[in-house]
């Protein structure tokens, strides 16, 4: 037909040089929105919804004297204690002051307002000021936070929040040793107190060189499969399966973490927004739209590469790992999810011009001859 114009990039060849750069700055500019408006997701997505993976291990050794009814245990990566009363008597935990910092029993969790405590425990670092507000000499003001006699807190007496590496780690970092032997919260039943105790001890981390080369060998097979002859569907294959390791990864957070459902759907929230985006990439590349497909491709392994397992890296150099799934199963959708939308990304960018399954240079979708406004169509998308 005259008048058509028909693309000078035929299959298996390069993406021309302008057309490289259009998507290298592309990539660039929504790396950098997401980066920007999902860093409060993303932030929240790591692993244990924003406890970070750490060396530190929290052990709980018990309460003395007992207290019928009343068990403690460390949660989100040894970020907080989660202390449950089934007993009918209330409890009360006791501040950094030994002020009243909160009441548990069958009337549910209780939180002083007016204690030095609650102002403090908001962050895992200790703050370096106390409004004025907050003091521990004045009368209680208890505000009613949960109906079960479940209270989730984070204690800075039992969590390493220190900023400096203890000196004896410094010494040898690679050896399992006690930082904190002891660390205690008192808990008053009535007239009488009882000590909840632990420790705290230096665990070293796995090696991250094992997880790095699967990330690398990961992104290499990706780049490989995308010169094969059936490239649209085995991309679509592995865009597939990133969505498959970030969702392991994604229930790991869940699972391990103790954060109300919005807080946790709202740190999932670039994680969700990958895997629709990703469903695009897929429908497009299977009915041979292979250039919209190539976009929607690049968009999604920004969402998952770097919105939903970067935050996470750290986790693979960790010991303790704040998810509710295995810590080696955790790192491997950590590293898969990586390596799988490092080479979704190469591909966008930098790989060979898409083409339909068994279509020659004049042969549409399907095997028939194809007009010339078609051929365009199945080159640009």
Known sequence: MKGATVSKVRPGHRLPGRTWLLR????LLLAGAVELLGAGPAAAHAVGGGAGASNYRTVVQGISPAIPGVQVRVVNGG??????????QEVTVLGYQNEPYLRVGPGGVFENERSPSTFSNRSTAAPQQIPEGYNASAEPQWRRISSQPVAVFHDHRAHWSGQATPAAVKQDPGKRQLVTPTWQVPIKVGDKTSILSGSIEWVPGPSPWPWAAVVVALAALVLLVSRSGWQAKALAGVITLAVVTDAVHTVGVWTGSTLPVLTQLYGSATSFAGWVVAAFAVHRLLTGRLEAGRTFMLLAAIFLALAGAAPDVPALARSQVPSGLDPTLTRAAISATLGLGAGMLL???????????GAGAGQGVGGRRASAPARQDARTG
């Open 24 to 27: 290298a700055v592309t990539a």
């Open 79 to 88: 970020n907080q204690l989660e202390l449950v009363n089934r007993g009918a």
């Open 347 to 357: 591909v966008a960018l930098l790989g060979r011009q898409l083409r339909v399954p």
